[in-house]
């Protein structure tokens, strides 16, 4: 009976460490030329956190996914289960560009190349103390990245060990802010409640913006959890594969960003030139897909529409649009 037992450990063991070599988190975090590491999820090294790391450390690599659940968990905020504090606050001058850099779980590149990019921020009276309650509508969106006219991915660049790079906003308030960094992997969100969400918060202090809060007047904000639902149509997007591997007009999930136009989400203005446009409401009316029972998971299930082919596979890949991002 003893070594049943232990069998069954071993291999739940097993099982957890296969989990967390795949997805994945911010291990490099760059700011006025200075760049932080990132730490380690605690369930791979509870003890990795960089004494200069203004990224707060997640729990877990698994994914958050846009089940109702888990779109209402606290897990959306900061990541799952986060620090409550990372041990410093970067130093970022307004109208500057941010970056991240992920790595998987296995220490290689990112491993998922379809969906967006998002970043938040929300501001603090302390960094380091600042936590936003679920219901505390005080995040706005300064940056969001899709596709390219190609309809690559901004995913793709990461996997190519590149860099995605935000602009924080020249007209920010001076001061403290979380930064939400968020990774939006699509391949499975032809299926409700499959798109996977990876989240983290970095900690701010923003100068060179403006004085006073003025700026964020009529800045929409949201609350996380709180401002997604599991049929936004991008995070349930049944044609996704349908568009021949050519771009097409992708509804971000979330509010305008901060300085556009309200209620119409426009270009981003990445420096990348990256973004396509987004200003579509598209109700999808598509039928539900009979849903197999899924996991969440680093790879692509099979379409239950049974449309998936290999074309369809090589965009999963990003081999079907081999040309470079930048
Ligand atoms: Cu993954």
Redesign the pocket.
Known sequence: MKSATLNHYSLLILAVTGMTH???TIDVFTADGVSYAGPESMDVDPESLPSDSPVRQIYT???ILSTVVDLASSNMTCGPAPASSAPVTASVTAGSTISFHYR??NNGVW??DVGPVITYMYRCTKAEACMPSAGDAGWFKIDQQGMDEKGVWAQTAMMRNESINVVVPSTVPDGDYLVRHEVI?LQNAVNRGQA?F?VSCTQVRVKGGSSGSGSLDGVEMVAFPGAYAEDDPGLFVPDLYDHDGKAFPYAFPGPAIFGATPAIAVASPSPSARVLSTAIAATRTAPVPSLTPVR????RRKQSTGRASVRQQRLVQGRLNPASLR
């Open positions: 795949a997805h994945g690599l698994e994914p998987s779980g491993p998922h992997a996977e990876y969440a998971s680093c790879t």
